[in-house]
T-cell receptor
């Protein structure tokens, strides 16, 4: 069964460093998302991406964040200058289409980001 | 601000019984709802989606949606120890993102 994959599974970085989290969405899916979950808290939306551009973003997704689809399979989240409060699980998700009944989003296994 | 609310639990149910999980939401616009299961340290796993008023059944799971009362529920029949997890209710309110509740921790007691 097709699945979303993410690398690395765990990333440790120092405050102020740049990190890139990578995702391979399900191959026939057109919509891509990043969510994060701080330990013990709810899953929060960061950004959605369609047709090579951001379609929606949350207030969390400020100028230190960026997303890119560098080729036909990968989808990346870059955090330019990490802060301690960026420590969280970051989940990539993808969905096949949009419209009523078509918003089923499938999540990858996540990348645990630890900022020290 | 569109919100999805869940009782955080924990909810303890004997093995073989029915587990009932509930969720309320604050927006009356276009809505679709999803139930995800999340094991500790793992990612959300989609188990049910529901878009219309009424019931939707899939195996041991039944999702119920009542748009007039703004609640969504998930019933798990014949509960198994492997059903022990946190269940996340998520809504899509006409835009692209999912809005998640805090989740209900379910424990099935053998």
């Amino acid at each position: 069964e097709p699945e979303v994959t993410q690398t690395p599974s765990h990333q440790v970085t120092q405050m102020g460093q740049e990190v890139i989290l990578r995702c391979v969405p399900i191959s026939n899916h057109l919509y891509f998302y990043w969510y994060r979950q701080i330990l013990g808290q709810k899953v929060e939306f960061l950004v959605s991406f369609y047709n090579n551009e951001i379609s929606e973003k949350s207030e969390i997704f400020d100028d230190q964040f960026s997303v890119e689809r560098p080729d036909g399979s990968n989808f990346t989240l870059k955090i330019r200058s990490t802060k301690l409060e960026d420590s969280a699980m970051y989940f990539c998700a993808s969905s096949e289409a949009r419209g009523q009944g078509a918003w089923e989003q499938y999540f990858g296994p996540g990348t645990r980001l630890t900022v020290t | 601000q569109k919100e999805v609310e869940q009782n955080s639990g924990p909810l303890s149910v004997p093995e073989g019984a029915i587990a009932s999980l509930n969720c309320t939401y604050s927006d009356r616009g276009s809505q679709s709802f999803f139930w995800y299961r999340q094991y500790s340290g793992k990612s959300p796993e989609l188990i049910m989606s529901i878009y219309s008023n009424g019931d939707k059944e899939d195996g041991r799971f039944t999702a119920q949606l009542n748009k007039a009362s703004q609640y969504v529920s998930l019933l798990i029949r014949d509960s198994q120890p492997s059903d022990s997890a946190t269940y996340l209710c998520a809504g899509n309110f006409g835009n692209e993102k999912l809005t998640f509740g805090t989740g209900t921790r379910l424990t099935i007691i053998p």
